[in-house]
């Protein structure tokens, strides 16, 4: 897999609040991976690699500065979807 993207599920919000300042990290609930769209390399395939729609999921546009880095962004290292990590350790 020559490309990863990191994908925030969110928790429900218990209100709608429409603005562009609201704290994302506090709702995340899982961190996803999926591979990218050949025809679109910033978009993500429609599925997670664990297999859940992608579509209602916020792109965390995470990328590892290098080889050893984790897939996941280092402050969501206790969230991160166990079967997605398997995948991408094989
Ligand atoms: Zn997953």
New binding site residues.
């Given amino acids: 897999m020559n490309s990863v993207i990191v994908l925030l599920?969110l928790e429900p919000a218990t209100e709608v609040i429409d603005s562009a300042e609201v704290d994302i990290g506090a709702r995340v609930r899982?961190?996803?991976?999926a591979g990218a769209d050949p025809d679109a390399q910033e978009d993500p395939l429609p599925r997670?690699?664990?297999?859940?729609d992608s579509s209602e999921m916020e792109h965390e546009h995470y990328r590892p500065s290098g080889p050893g880095d984790p897939w996941y962004p280092e402050e969501y290292r206790g969230r991160r979807?166990?079967?997605?990590?398997a995948?991408l350790r094989g």
Avoid: K, P, Y
């Fill in positions: 599920e899982w961190v996803h991976a997670t690699l664990c297999g859940l979807c166990q079967e997605c990590d995948a």
